[in-house]
């Protein structure tokens, strides 16, 4: 094929003005004009051209390989790679994982057209429903939107999780834990570390479910020591505390950023749980806070329009668990006892000078599990009780009385058992017996 050569458009349209130029119908600052290019430059085209003709237009690299080419052992290692440990990874997730774990660098747009060309990725596209965007908060937080992520993040397991997540709007900065379920103990332990590692926001963006926003709307109790929220959940007595503004979303796209969030956790932590064979909730939650949240950070957060932050200090509020705890009211019996979800609880009695039967305290769960009882500011001294206490009325029915004599009592008896109802509905019962 050495009588055939390959030109591009543009190199054709050269040849033609060139042409002209040799015939005389153009000058060569014309075709310099017409070629858009400088006129020294024109001179050195139509020079090349007369020496070579044709082949004189063509480009030299044509049909070469660049020097920064990737070598085809390279090309087959990262495909292997791939197909062995990142088979079900995007392009750009891949690389960086590539050049994370595998130390080899690849851009993600080659990777793309490799995969591609292999067959082994396409692109998904999605057609979503229009709607208006709202714009970001100016401030970093004055909105930590809040959501947990139903899901099946172990690949193993058939049984779903809940990845709690809170995203700030000005920034995208998120903090997440995972837990068996979106209980009321993973939103106060995840909302906790964020007061701890950044401050208290603004306000919170959460949507109706019964764990951020009891369905129930009831007045407000206010007492000597503890404020009362009748019907309110956990989370809202926390929030009225630290002075907190919950806002309701009645619809995912209301907490698009969140939501959106959510997508990047279950494309990136799932199959980084699956490569790093995390088994349980523990060592994913200890990867998700030693690597994952920073790497996520990173990529992903922003800055915010206003370098402000509007965090508040939490030192103003005390000791935090305190706040960050479930809350009870009992009122103390006749016998120093308080009953709490079917168990009792025994008030030491050195306290007798303090409190007297009948008054109300206070009961609060922290979130290590354990319990403190308090009145006025005052904590209590107490212990569990093994069963359920016996009224002082019907103590008798259980303790022996002095004087009793177990043997006359048990002939008594026997004398007497002709007057039992078994004895006198069914005489038969006596003969039997005897």
């Known amino acids: 094929m050495e009588d055939r050569l390959i030109m591009s458009k543009r190199e054709l349209e050269r040849k033609t003005i060139l042409e002209g130029v040799a015939c005389g119908k153009l000058t060569l600052n014309d075709a310099a004009k017409r070629m858009r290019v400088s006129y020294r430059q024109a001179r050195r085209i139509n020079r090349r051209y ?162 951020y926003v009891s369905p129930k709307h009831l007045k407000e109790k206010y007492d000597d020591d503890l404020l009362i929220q009748e019907g309110f959940s956990v989370f809202q007595q926390v929030c009225a505390d630290l002075n907190i503004e919950i806002i309701r979303a009645y619809s995912p796209q209301a907490k698009g950023r969140v939501e959106r969030k959510h997508g990047v956790f279950q494309d990136r932590f799932v199959k980084d749980i699956k490569l790093y064979n995390l088994k349980t909730i523990e060592e994913a939650n200890r990867y998700l806070e030693e ?11 922003q800055a915010p329009e206003a370098m402000q932050d509007s965090h508040r200090d939490k030192s103003i509020y005390g000791d935090l668990d305190q706040i960050f705890c479930w809350r009870y009211r009992r009122q103390l019996k006749n016998d120093w006892t308080v009953q709490l979800q079917r168990e009792y609880y025994q008030v030491d009695k050195l306290h007798e000078g303090l409190i007297a039967p009948g008054t109300k305290i206070s009961i609060k769960r922290y979130l290590d599990g354990t319990m403190r009882f308090w009145h006025e500011g ?45 004895s006198q509905f069914n005489p038969k019962w006596l003969k039997k017996a005897s």
């Open 378 to 422: 005052k904590e209590l001294a107490y212990h569990a009780l093994a069963r359920k206490p016996i009224p002082p009325s019907q103590l008798k029915k259980y303790y022996v009385v002095k004087g009793h004599d177990p043997v006359a009592r048990s002939q008594i008896a026997k004398r007497n058992k002709h007057r039992t109802p078994w």
């Open 291 to 301: 690597k994952f949240l920073d790497k996520i950070n990173n990529k992903f957060a």
């Open 50 to 211: 007369k020496l070579e003709s044709d082949a004189g237009l063509q480009h030299k690299n044509r049909g070469k390989q660049p020097h920064n080419v990737y070598s085809e052992e390279y090309r087959q290692e990262i495909l292997d790679l791939y197909c062995k440990k990142y088979r079900e990874f995007g392009p750009t997730f891949a690389t960086e994982k590539l050049l994370e774990d595998d130390a080899r660098q690849i851009n993600a747009e080659t990777l793309r057209l490799w995969l591609k060309q292999e067959g082994l990725w396409t692109r998904k596209r999605k057609r979503n429903v229009y709607r208006e965007r709202r714009e970001r908060r100016p401030d970093f937080v004055d909105l930590l939107q809040i959501d947990g992520s139903i899901h099946r993040w172990f690949a193993d397991s058939e049984e779903k999780s809940c990845l709690l997540n809170m995203v700030d709007d000005a920034t995208g900065v998120t903090l997440a834990l995972l837990d068996t379920g979106e209980t009321t103990r993973v939103l106060l332990t995840t909302f906790k570390k964020w007061i701890d590692t950044y401050g208290i926001p603004k306000a919170v963006y959460v949507d109706l479910k019964s764990v």
